[in-house]
């Protein structure tokens, strides 16, 4: 498979780019580039090869979950700019 260059007229209409003639030709010959080592790639004997989700072996490294117990309101209030009974109190962000 190849790209023309009114492939990638299309593309870049699609992609709302406009390229002019020297940048249309050169993204032409990189789009062949691409598509050329993803053909290698095909060629490639994958049998036997289980797929692979990611490349590290590390599965969810995950902290023990342990109970605490929660900060109090006056606790969580104490270092608030301003306040408001128990809520912190902030600008008005909406008009």
Do not use: C, W
């Not at 299309?10 to 032409?28: D, G, H, N």
């Not at 989700?53 to 599965?59: L, P, R, V």
Request: aromatic share 6%.
């Amino acid at each position: 498979m190849s790209v023309t260059t009114r492939d990638v007229a299309y593309i870049a209409e699609l992609a709302r780019l406009r390229f002019t003639e020297p940048e249309q030709e050169r993204m032409t010959d990189e789009l062949n580039t691409i598509l050329h080592y993803i053909e290698k790639l095909n060629e490639v004997d994958t049998e036997g090869v289980e797929p692979l989700n990611t490349i590290h072996d590390q599965i969810n490294v995950l902290r023990q979950d342990v109970e605490h117990t929660p900060l109090s309101n006056e606790e969580a209030l104490r270092n608030a700019p301003d306040r408001q009974d128990r809520f912190f109190k902030v600008p008005k962000v909406i008009g």
